[in-house]
């Protein structure tokens, strides 16, 4: 039996090899680099490697090609998620890295394995340990990340999925403050995540017991070819997208979001709520346009009810919260919902709205997140709401751009949350759901309420004794800051150009 | 022997997987029901791939195998972590996040 190696185009995997490098010596360092130089290496490597690879994806920018033996296609969507998702871990990346927030050091443990309260933890604090096993956790996410939107078949993305998940769970478990939230919530994340994975798998095994290949183009192929449909096929579709949808934390499968949001260190909040979100809509997107295209009228319902769910309860139960991290958790959730609507459009209009979408909600988060790791009082951060009265007259600047955040996520003209909205909700009319548009602006309005009341709190309340103030912090988030600011003005002003971009980029290669 | 009574085994080894992680409280427990469903995949993919007469089944089971070795190691640290913070493996113990 001849055996032919698969041709595999280094070139334009280079992105990724690049980050998988990166990981790799990381690790090294983490094991045999003196601790006093460790910090510095490390973040030489995590931005050199994401800053390289960002300029590897643009380098890569006409390439559209099918490689690795079929498992990875880089195509236009893929490459235009990919460099979002770099250049997101780059602000998310320099959100961890800041340490003059916190008087102590970092926002993470100063060894995650020490008891919360120990004489063993606060010798460690003492002596000024910082942890520097964050960066190569960092790394392999991002690279998970940059798999998952390019992954071909069920397998490669069941391996991407897992590389993201399992350093996320850790990262969730060590904040530095409060670790008893912060393990509970990395135990949840856990115990939910690997439940959904499980799904997710045995939803691959059916369909590809139904299609005889794990490839998502001839499953594409067997669904219109096979002349009877299985619901085989079908269970193993609806099981399938529960890994994809449990990431994006859509309803039913939305439970550990709040509790990941207030649990982890505010500064891995930011990264993985703006990057795994573009990674698992480009999963999502790939599996249900390139495998399940040709059945759209078969999950569209599906995804209806998951998006009329997720907008409607992600909305209300926010309103209650008084918590701002577990506040930004539910918004997540009804972004989610907002999304799904250009989705479930399943037309290249639709893939267009729901990438501009996802890119204009990365960088507000991104923002939001360094505005929240900012507002402190004696304990740490101040999450209460109550501890916002006022903030607004204390630090206008930092108070304002958080507003622009929030009117941005909230979908206010002149921003890009706006445009993203418009361009999903339009998407979803010209495919004839205009139902589910009605629900979408009903679902805003509500989301509007509870952005809005944050603004107000912080510019019409009284500044009370409970007010936490705003930290100076260094260069490291003040970029992240800038970046957040700047793009949802941007994509609010002059949308044009990132919009022809996405249309240039085209649709999924199949 | 017909391979077609594999996949009823695994359907019934992922159901149990299943309602082991909703009933069970202990963490190990649920964590144990967890790779019995990514087992009973591996059976199915194993089964299909005998059924479909190629090889990518075979091929995912071992790529499970490895992932799910993984996945114990990142989950009995968190779970190691918090039964030395709490002394018990329950999950119903951590209550701190709700609403």
């Known amino acids: 039996m001849n055996f032919t190696p698969p041709a595999i185009d280094y070139f334009a995997l280079s992105p990724m090899i690049v980050i998988f490098a990166a990981a790799i010596v990381s690790v090294l360092v983490e094991a045999f680099a003196p601790r006093t130089i460790r910090r510095f290496l490390q973040l030489l490597i995590v931005f050199g490697a994401l800053l390289t690879s960002a300029v590897l994806i643009v380098l890569n920018a006409g390439t559209r090609t099918v490689t690795g033996g079929g498992a990875v296609v880089i195509d236009g969507p893929a490459l235009v998620m990919m460099g979002t998702i770099v250049v997101l871990s780059i602000l998310g990346a320099a959100l961890m890295a800041e340490r003059s927030i916190d008087p102590v050091g970092d926002s993470f443990a100063a060894r995650a394995s020490s008891l919360p309260g120990s004489e063993d933890e606060r010798q460690l604090t003492q002596r000024g340990y910082l942890q520097t096993e964050i960066w190569p956790l960092t790394l392999f996410a991002v690279l998970g990340m940059l798999l998952f939107v390019t992954a071909n078949n069920l397998l490669l993305m069941f391996v991407a999925l897992e590389i993201i998940s399992l350093p996320l769970y850790l990262m969730t478990g060590m904040a530095r403050r409060r670790r008893l939230l912060s393990q509970e919530a990395s135990l949840k994340y856990f115990l939910l995540g690997v439940f959904a994975s499980a799904f997710y798998l045995y939803g691959a095994a059916l369909v590809y017991g139904y299609s005889g290949s794990i490839f998502f183009p001839e499953i594409a192929q067997s669904l219109t070819s096979k002349p009877s449909e299985s619901i085989v096929v079908f269970i193993g579709m609806g099981m399938l997208i529960i890994g994809p949808l449990f990431k994006i934390g859509a309803v039913p499968f939305h439970q550990w979001v709040p509790d990941v949001y207030q649990g982890a260190p505010t500064a891995v909040v930011g990264f993985m709520a703006a990057t795994v979100k573009v990674a698992a809509f480009g999963a999502l997107l790939r599996i249900l346009y390139v495998a399940f295209g040709g059945v759209r009228w078969d999950w569209d319902p599906l995804i209806w009810i998951v998006a009329v769910a997720s907008m409607i309860l992600g909305s209300i139960v926010a309103l209650l919260q008084t918590d701002i991290k577990r506040l930004l958790g539910y918004s997540w959730i009804a972004q989610a919902g907002f999304i799904l609507v250009g989705l479930a459009a399943a037309s290249p209009a639709g893939l267009e709205s729901t990438m501009f979408y996802v890119i204009a909600y990365g960088f507000a988060t991104v923002g939001t997140f360094a505005v929240i790791s900012m507002v402190r009082d004696a304990n740490g951060e101040a999450t209460n709401l109550a501890a916002w009265a006022g903030i607004g007259r204390k630090s206008p600047l930092v108070a304002s751009a958080l507003s622009l955040f929030l009117l941005g996520l909230a979908g206010i003209p002149l921003t890009s949350g706006f445009v993203s909205k418009f361009a999903v909700f339009v998407a979803a009319i010209e495919a004839g759901a205009t139902w589910l548009v009605i629900i979408g602006v009903i679902a805003s309005l509500i989301a509007a309420f509870f952005y809005v009341r944050i603004v107000v709190i912080m510019f019409f309340a009284e500044p009370t004794e409970q007010t936490a103030s705003v930290v100076v912090p260094s260069a490291f988030t003040t970029i992240s800051l800038s970046a957040g600011v700047a793009v949802t003005l941007i994509l609010g002003i002059f949308p044009q150009p990132v919009l022809d971009m996405l249309s240039n980029a085209g649709l999924f290669l199949r | ?99």
């Open chain 2, 1 to 99: 022997m017909n391979p077609a009574n594999y996949i009823l085994l695994s359907a019934l080894l992922f159901s149990i997987g299943a309602i082991g992680v909703l009933v069970r409280r202990n963490a190990i427990i649920v964590f144990m029901s967890v790779e019995l469903m990514l087992n009973s995949a591996n059976l199915a993919f194993v089964a299909f791939a005998r059924m479909n007469g190629n090889l990518d089944g075979q091929v995912v089971a071992f790529f499970v195998m490895v992932v799910a070795a993984a996945e114990v190691v990142v989950g009995l640290a968190i779970i190691v972590t918090i039964f030395r913070t709490r002394r018990s493996a329950s999950i119903d113990e951590p209550n701190l996040l709700k609403y």
